[in-house]
């Protein structure tokens, strides 16, 4: 069992809103230069460049996630976390199902690329990501667990598109299995300030970078056997001598 230092919350240049040196090789030599042992890359309601992190990292020490962060129905962003891309790539097709038939609009949000893991275009997205999709937060949660994912409600702080921030309350009944704060925000800070949080419920920080020098700004250390969502949700749990801490 050892420390994995993880930042599970970064966006590439197929998420409108980052910046076009968000590609893999770049991300992943600057998240290997600030000591990180585990990444997720989490793009606006797509997965599509999950593989080339994941093939431009290899031979590397850093271990690559697939993921999305997930806009519900309510306009709740939710980090869906995976081992494999074939499970990534079966979310990806729930979620297309349930996305608005909307181009995207480039001059408004920015565009969308797909691109190799030498960070080469291959092409261009060319629906709306930037919305919410239909799935109710609870269905979303649901589904992710049932895919063997993890389904942690992003940034819960914020005002625009964190779960506090939209509905004032943390719903008694979600089965979360933990929740992200915002960068600037310490988990313990945020306990004090939403003191309705369950007691339970863990919190984890990551940099939702958008930009290189964001990438590991703020992390989550994990106590693991290996960077698995098993053991990532064992650790959550404080189970077997894992471990989630903020440093």
Same mark, same amino acid.
């Given at each position: 069992?050892?420390?994995?230092?993880?930042?599970?919350?970064?966006?590439?240049?197929?998420?409108?809103?980052?910046?076009?040196?968000? %590609?893999?090789?770049? !991300?992943?030599? #600057?998240?290997?230069?600030? +000591? /990180?042992?585990?990444? &997720?890359?989490? =793009?606006?309601?797509?997965?599509?460049?999950?593989?080339?992190?994941?093939?431009?990292?290899?031979?590397?020490?850093?271990?690559?996630?697939?993921?999305?962060?997930?806009?519900?129905?309510?306009?709740?962003?939710?980090?869906?976390?995976?081992?494999?891309?074939?499970?990534?790539?079966?979310?990806?097709?729930?979620?297309?199902?349930?996305?608005?038939?909307?181009?995207?609009?480039?001059?408004?949000?920015?565009?969308?690329?797909?691109?190799?893991?030498?960070?080469?275009?291959?092409?261009?997205?060319?629906?709306?990501?930037?919305?919410?999709?239909?799935?109710? %937060?609870?269905?979303? !949660?649901?589904? #992710?667990?049932?895919?063997? +994912? /993890?389904?942690?409600? &992003?940034?819960? =702080?914020?005002?625009?598109?964190?779960?506090?921030?939209?509905?004032?309350?943390?719903?008694?009944?979600?089965?979360?299995?933990?929740?992200?704060?915002?960068?600037?925000?310490?988990?313990?800070?945020?306990?004090?300030?939403?003191?309705?949080?369950?007691?339970?419920?863990?919190?984890?920080?990551?940099?939702?970078?958008?930009?290189?020098?964001?990438?590991?700004?703020?992390?989550?250390?994990?106590?693991?056997?290996?960077?698995?969502?098993?053991?990532?949700?064992?650790?959550?749990?404080?189970?077997?001598?894992?471990?989630?801490?903020?440093?």
């Amino acid at each position: 069992m050892r420390v994995y230092r993880a930042d599970l919350h970064l966006h590439t240049v197929l998420s409108a809103c980052a910046e076009v040196e968000m %590609l893999p090789p770049l !991300i992943v030599t #600057v998240a290997l230069q600030r +000591g /990180l042992d585990v990444i &997720a890359v989490t =793009d606006h309601n797509a997965t599509a460049n999950a593989q080339a992190v994941i093939e431009a990292a290899a031979g590397t020490p850093l271990h690559v996630l697939p993921g999305m962060e997930l806009q519900t129905r309510e306009e709740v962003d939710v980090l869906c976390l995976f081992d494999t891309l074939e499970q990534a790539a079966d979310w990806q097709a729930f979620v297309d199902a349930h996305l608005p038939a909307l181009a995207n609009d480039v001059e408004r949000f920015g565009p969308q690329y797909i691109v190799d893991a030498a960070g080469d275009f291959v092409a261009e997205d060319p629906h709306l990501r930037q919305g919410p999709t239909t799935i109710p %937060l609870e269905a979303a !949660i649901a589904e #992710v667990t049932r895919r063997g +994912g /993890l389904a942690i409600p &992003a940034h819960i =702080d914020r005002r625009v598109k964190g779960l506090l921030g939209v509905l004032g309350l943390w719903p008694p009944d979600l089965q979360a299995e933990a929740a992200e704060v915002s960068p600037n925000l310490r988990p313990s800070q945020a306990r004090q300030r939403y003191r309705f949080l369950p007691a339970d419920l863990p919190l984890i920080t990551a940099s939702d970078a958008h930009f290189l020098d964001g990438i590991g700004q703020v992390l989550t250390e994990f106590t693991l056997n290996a960077p698995t969502i098993a053991e990532i949700r064992l650790a959550l749990r404080s189970a077997g001598g894992r471990s989630a801490r903020v440093p």
